[in-house]
């Protein structure tokens, strides 16, 4: 028994030994890999122009795309932008199919509960749209008995239903703000309510449609931020770094120009 035990002796040490290299390899393996992440899927809405649009190409581009591309630069990460629905876009991140999401995202309590947002990179606010000629919507309250058209998920569809109910029939929701327009357009709804910036972009290029709009002091400021994760706080402080450093040396300002000249 003892010249079997000597004869394994030698075998069990040596297998014991190759476990703990293993082990020490893989232990300094890990931390090594997830260090090394730099590249981040971005979820963005591809019919949200300025902020997001595809082009000829199939190519999501705009305001937000540039934004996003230049505090990837700064702060030394790729990014890999996915067209991706805005009615669910956080179930995306939650579900972690995407890492950040950029796409003219308003900052609000509610959605604070569930993701992280970076410091506000945009100011915008609602705006009414009706058909050229339309003397009767002068402010918000008029549009109680209209049929309204908003994009689905969206604060324009909140401030709609905090106007007339959530389960109003007068309410058609949409995937997108364009599409919406377009029914506007074709008289399916009698107004529209969506973000400022989009609504004259749409009308700019646009000029058949003869739209005319309506603003009213009782919509609030919004504000957009930059999705993460809820708990992220390194990504998120990445970001935020990110967009301090375009917001000093310039870069944010020629993004803003390109897309809004100088009146934003």
């Not at 179930?91 to 970076?118: H, M, P, Y």
């Not at 058909?131 to 324009?156: C, H, R, Y």
Request: aromatic share 8%; glycine share 8%; proline share 4%.
């Amino acid at each position: 028994m003892k010249k079997m035990l000597s004869r394994y002796l030698p075998l069990c040490a040596l297998s014991m030994s190759l476990l703990a290299v293993g082990a020490c390899s893989k232990k300094e393996e890990t931390p090594a890999a997830a260090a090394k992440q730099t590249l981040y899927v971005v979820g963005v809405e591809s019919a949200y122009a300025p902020f997001s649009a595809e082009n000829e190409k199939k190519e999501v581009v705009g305001f937000d795309i540039d934004l996003m591309k230049a505090i990837a630069a700064k702060i030394g990460i790729e990014v890999k932008f996915i067209p991706t629905p805005f009615e669910g876009i956080f179930n995306f991140l939650a579900q972690g199919d995407r890492d950040l999401l950029i796409s003219a995202i308003t900052i609000t309590d509610e959605r604070k509960q569930t993701v992280d947002f970076s410091e506000p990179y945009f100011e915008a606010s609602q705006l009414i749209a009706v058909p050229q000629g339309n003397t009767s919507v002068k402010q918000f309250n008029d549009l109680k008995t209209m049929k309204i058209g908003v994009q689905s998920a969206t604060t324009g569809d909140e401030v709609v239903q905090n106007l007339v109910g959530k389960n109003n029939p007068s309410i058609k929701r949409f995937d997108s703000t364009t599409l919406a327009l377009k029914e506007l357009e074709s008289g399916g709804v009698d107004a529209v309510v969506a973000d400022d910036p989009v609504v004259r972009n749409y009308i700019t290029n646009n000029p058949s449609a003869s739209f005319h709009v309506v603003t009213d002091g009782g919509f609030p400021k919004e504000y957009y931020g930059i999705a993460v994760r809820k708990g992220n706080t390194e990504l998120l402080a990445k970001i935020n770094q990110g967009l301090a450093d375009v917001k000093a040396d310039g870069s944010f300002a020629k993004i803003n120009e390109k897309y809004f000249g100088n009146g934003k």
